[in-house]
């Protein structure tokens, strides 16, 4: 979510993630990710019971990172989760289709 290399997203230039259009479909101005986290068990320490984030990039190169509909840095999200061990050094690798399993667990 937070990547700024293009070849980590398997392309040569971040514009190219946004949809270019087919002969069906008109091409997109923007790409966006949303991530929604289950936050009943109070593990983030926010007041919410659900947590998005989102980033959208532009095709002008802009881009933009929101926590519950509210525009923020890349640096708040960070710090946001790394109570959880999803911190901006840590790696976690999950095999191919295994992500909703991992996602459904109780901890």
């Known amino acids: 979510m ?5 070849k980590v997203l398997r392309s040569t230039k971040m ?6 259009g087919s002969c069906l479909q008109r091409p997109l101005g923007m790409a966006e990710v ?3 986290l289950d936050n009943s ?9 659900e ?25 708040d999200i960070q710090r946001l989760l790394i109570p959880l061990g999803l911190g901006r050094y840590s790696m ?10 991992l996602l459904k667990v109780p901890p």
């Open 92 to 101: 976690n690798f999950v095999a191919q289709g295994h992500l909703e399993q």
């Open 34 to 36: 949303r991530l929604t």
């Open 15 to 20: 514009e190219e993630i946004i949809f270019a």
């Open 41 to 49: 068990r109070g593990f983030l320490p926010l007041d919410f019971l």
């Open 51 to 75: 947590v998005e984030i989102s980033r959208r990039f532009f095709r002008s190169g802009e881009g933009e990172y929101i926590l519950n509909g509210q525009r923020c840095r890349l640096k």
């Open 2 to 6: 937070g990547e700024q290399s293009p």
